[in-house]
């Protein structure tokens, strides 16, 4: 993936804790190297906005690197800075393959509660007739695999949620386990997960007994 070069402005060695106070004020993208890998974080005046990062047998995006590099030790920093017109096409790129960092309701980076800290979107993604699977937090897509604007799909995915579980408190019949949309072009399948929730594109025909079973390997590794 490239994103733009921007302008070095320094180098720094140590923990992803260890250089917060550094990037307060920048508006850039921190190019991280440690001994898994290496990738990005896209930097809005200390606010993390994007990531991916990069191993030898594994990619992970969005809030899933955050989890691993808070994790590290020794991390290598190279910092760069952006003017708005590069900083608005990095913000692009993340979106539109889904690298954004969502924050949960106290203003910190959302934990992955899964062994690995990413989700196995793809064990719902590799089901017969479906398109597209996207993991969101209020309103705010974390993760997602496939094709789609994922960014509209996660806030539509939200208010159909909300308005299901305020039905399902009004019916007395909650929690809500999950919900279906079905025409005669698709399905869309919203169902929770930890603290995240799961909306699923398919084609009309798809087998929902068959993703029923990944929805529930997946919700299973909630750790």
Do not use: W
């Amino acid at each position: 993936m490239i994103l733009p070069e921007g302008t070095v402005i320094g180098k720094f060695s140590g923990t992803l804790e260890d250089i917060l106070p550094f990037i307060t004020p920048l508006v850039g993208v921190l190019h991280v190297i440690g001994s898994p890998g290496e990738g990005f974080l896209l930097i809005d005046r200390g606010r993390f906005i994007g990531s991916l990062f990069q191993g030898t047998a594994s990619e992970l995006k969005g809030n899933a690197v955050y989890d691993l590099l808070s994790g590290e030790r020794a991390l290598e920093f190279e910092m760069r800075q952006y003017s708005p017109e590069e900083f608005s096409e990095a913000r692009e790129t993340c979106v539109k393959e889904g690298l954004l960092i969502a924050y949960d309701e106290n203003g910190k980076p959302l934990r992955m509660k899964t062994p690995t800290g990413q989700l196995n979107l793809d064990k719902i993604k590799k089901q017969p007739g479906v398109l597209a699977v996207s993991a969101f937090y209020e309103g705010f897509a974390v993760q997602s695999t496939g094709s789609g604007d994922f960014e509209q799909v996660a806030a539509v995915a939200e208010d159909l949620l909300r308005t299901g579980k305020k039905i399902a408190g009004d019916l007395a019949i909650e929690p809500l386990n999950q919900l279906i949309l079905e025409t005669p072009h698709g399905k869309f399948i919203i169902v929770p997960y930890g603290d995240l929730s799961i909306c699923i594109f398919t084609e009309a025909d798809a087998n929902l007994g068959l993703i029923r079973m990944a929805i529930r390997n997946i919700q299973s590794e909630i750790v």
